[in-house]
């Protein structure tokens, strides 16, 4: 059947497409709505003021412009959103776009009091789904529903990184911890910070609430680097060995370089802050507790790569960072470390895990959906604004002062040869004492669970267990996940691998963004897939197909397996798919998707079966 | 300047600069593509294309990736048949690909179950039927990207669609889902024109296959028969 709009193409579409530029008819205004809006309560002239700030920033403005809109109304309108269009410029089908893909706008009315239960596997080990029902009961309603007077809403969510304070929840943007039910407890506001291990360098200002700019001390390593010419500052992190501690473990000199070598002003430099990944908690730790040591590190990578501009981009869910983060801002400006050489902006995600992804990061900040970039062009040439940029994870940045005022040699004292420096550890679920430890590079797996007291005993059905359960026995476990809900499942098997990059390497797992959460005996590795599998499915950006339907099969898959519905043949399509997406997907995070499911299924293939 | 590198095993020179698919095509090498459009900036999000090239962990896709000086490359090694075969089956388990036969086709190629996935929820929407020029049926959409992108700065610069959701619940939509009419949209067709599954389709073709008559749509249009334009008398 013919028709004229794909004759339009046939005549067209095979030329080079700055001639199909010619059919475009800017005819009316794409960020006005014209009809269609009824006109209702939503007072705009509120909005109008808000707006202002924003307007500067043109698209890059809209997470920002939306924030403000949704703390404004509750929710995001459609006629406050058609106001941020027009203000900001954004098409208003981009607009709604950008509003549907973060978990954390609402494009319809929502409770006064929003209540985000944390359902991930370190939560559900102490009873999240208990904890969940009862509030649903209490308040009559079910989860991820509204009370009818629009007084509450209640929400299962993904991992809120408050992993060792489990189980743990999020009132509006305030952290509750430790919620028991049986005793009516809790803990509501900042949450405490538990941090030990051997070594307190990355955290030696960690643990006692957020340390001021007069308690940090000056920038010291900062004025070190700026003595120093630039390139002798990169040589001096790729000497030190530094590799990134997000989890791609990439060399941290190497991409200063990239960046500091490439054409193009300005350049950027980026705080990965959006940690997400299920079991991680230890930036939330760094900046909220030492705020300078991640602006310090920015810093200097600023002046090793000429940027003059710097974004700390900050999870959604960890919304209570900001205001330490933007006073300890205002302290480093007041004392001259930023300002118009180089200063920081801080960004708030919205809810998308895929945006710890790098360049769906960029993307974020830039006012669009989350979708990772195709790759090459990496972001050290074509990173933020398509600018070169640097972009680090907190707990890497949190390195360089100390690179700095140690020397590359120095700082090599630390860890071991091929693993140099120290490692922070987020560990969390059936351990005594779980918290943030700081060891040196080479410990061993034993070590840290010994640090943090061994597998717990605590709610443990111990008549279960034959021999019964003692504390600290290490031995006694039946499986850590290791690297996070991206990472792969380690047994008691490993417990003497040495924690660094090598080791891990030969034994198969992955350090990720080091992640150690200990499930016991007792513990249905089922129903952790499962969640992990939920996990996915929720946070897929949808762009890919092998991730977009892979997550979702797979989760369907874990579901089932969970129930005890086992279907035939159900381990060999976990396993294609797996394989598919790992192999073909685009990002990191398709890539991973399935590396626990894909290690259980080689530790426990009896799980996959039909019991 | 010319570029020598081998394809499954076969060494060929083309041009620098051309991606791995331009320069199968070149070939006669068939790879197949879904989301891959001429006219529009591509993607690589459909990874049916991808290849194995030696040295790279992951599978690459032909669409981006450009041939270079010495590469080897497999278009269908055992590891890309899996992959291509499971993102088949796993289309057919998410949506309705009866106006996609070069897909069906393609699964019988590589021996693609339709049933690989039972109990899989399916992407399921009412059709849209809310203008004169077409309608969008989103349980064949397989977001492939391609509306979008010609509705944007790859050719119209209406901005009227864009996505709704995330993940596996992505799909196609307006501004708050308002009609079409109410939109930017300009009824260009170009959409129409590069919809791959019948998505988006004519709404004259879609209610013949309603089994309208010709006359009975002439009447709903225009609210009176067709004339013939020779003699002037009312057609059959």
Known sequence: ?611 | MTITFSMDGKEISVEQGLTLLDAARENGTDIPTICFHEATTSNALCRICVVEVEGMRLLQPACIVQAAEGMKVQTRSERVVRARKTILEMLASTLDLSDAPEILTLMDQYGAKADRFPEAERRESAVKDDNPMYIRDYSKCLLCWRCVQVCADDAQYTFAINFEGRGYETQIGTFFDHAIPETTCVLCGQCVGVCPTGALKPKREYLLEQGLSPQEISVMNTGRKRRSKVTGQKSE
Not at chain 1, 588 to 594: E, I, M, S, V
């Open chain 1, 1 to 611: 059947m013919q028709f004229v709009a794909v004759s339009i193409i046939g005549c067209f579409g095979l030329r080079p497409r700055n001639d199909i530029r010619f059919l475009a008819i800017p005819c009316i205004s794409v960020y006005t709505l014209h009809i269609g809006v009824p006109m209702s309560e939503i007072d705009l002239t509120r909005l109008h003021p808000v707006l202002d700030s924003y307007i500067p920033l043109g698209r890059s403005g809209l997470l920002p412009a939306l924030h403000a809109a949704q703390r404004l109304y509750g929710w995001l309108p459609q006629e406050a959103a058609a106001e941020v269009a027009r203000s900001l410029k954004v098409p208003l089908a981009d607009v709604h776009g950008v509003i549907e893909f973060y978990s954390l706008f609402y494009n319809e009315p929502v409770g006064k009091r929003i209540i985000r239960v944390c359902t991930d596997p370190a939560c559900a080990l102490k009873g999240a789904d208990g904890l969940l029902h009862h509030l649903c009961s209490h308040h009559g309603i079910e989860p991820n529903a509204t009370t009818s007077d629009l007084s509450l809403t209640i929400e299962a969510s993904p991992c809120l990184g408050l992993c060792e304070h489990a189980p743990a929840a999020l009132v509006d943007d305030k952290a509750e911890t430790n919620i028991d039910l049986e005793a009516g407890s809790y803990e509501l506001g900042r949450p405490k910070s538990i941090v030990d291990g051997s070594l307190r360098l990355l955290t030696a200002h960690c643990g006692n609430g957020t340390t001021s700019l007069a308690k940090y001390g000056e920038y010291a390593a900062l004025k070190k680097a700026l003595t120093m010419k630039p390139e002798d500052v990169i040589a001096e992190i790729k000497s030190a060995g530094l590799v990134g501690r997000g989890g791609a473990a990439f060399p941290t000199g190497v991409k200063w370089e990239g960046a500091a070598k490439a054409d193009g002003a300005p350049k950027y430099v980026v705080c990965n802050a959006d940690e997400s990944e299920p079991g991680t908690f230890k930036d939330r730790v760094l900046l909220l507790d030492d705020p300078h040591r991640t602006i310090e590190g920015m810093c200097i990578a600023a002046h090793a790569i000429g940027a003059t501009k710097g974004y700390i981009y900050v999870r959604g869910e960890y919304p209570y960072i900001v205001p330490a983060l933007e006073n300890a801002l205002t302290e480093a400006r007041e004392a001259g470390y930023l300002g118009e050489r180089f200063d920081i902006e801080v960004r708030l995600g919205a809810g998308a895990y895929i945006c710890g992804e790098e360049t769906a990061l960029f993307e974020s900040i830039e006012g669009k959906r989350g979708f990772p970039r195709v790759k090459p062009p990496f972001p050290t040439t074509n990173g933020l604004f398509d600018q070169p940029t640097v972009i680090n994870n907190v707990e890497t940045l949190c390195n360089v002062p100390l690179i700095i005022t140690e020397g590359a040699a120095g700082y090599r004292r630390i860890g071991t040869e091929k693993s140099p420096g120290p490692k922070l550890f987020c560990v969390s679920g059936d351990v005594a004492k779980p918290g943030l430890y700081e060891v040196p590079f080479g410990v061993t797996l034993r070590e840290l669970l010994e640090m943090a007291g061994g597998p717990s005993t605590e709610g443990l059905d111990k008549e279960r267990l034959d021999p019964p359960l003692r504390a600290n026995e290490t031995d006694r476990i039946q499986g850590v996940l290791f690297g996070g809900a991206a990472g792969a499942f380690a047994t008691s098997a490993h417990l003497d691998v040495k924690l660094t990059f090598e080791d891990l390497r030969a034994a198969g797992l992955p350090l990720g963004s080091g992640v150690v959460m200990v499930f016991n005996e007792t513990r249905d590795l089922r129903d952790v897939l499962k969640r992990l599998g939920k996990f996915f499915a929720h946070e897929s950006c949808g762009k890919c197909y092998p991730c977009q339907m892979g997550t979702q099969r797979q989760m369907e898959i874990l579901d089932r397996i969970a129930a005890g519905n086992v279907l035939d043949g159900d381990m060999r399509r976990l396993q294609d798919v797996g394989w598919t997406m790992t192999d073909a997907s685009l990002c990191g995070l398709g890539q991973t998707a399935a590396g626990a499911v894909l290690s259980a299924i080689k530790l426990w293939p009896e799980l996959f079966v039909e019991r």
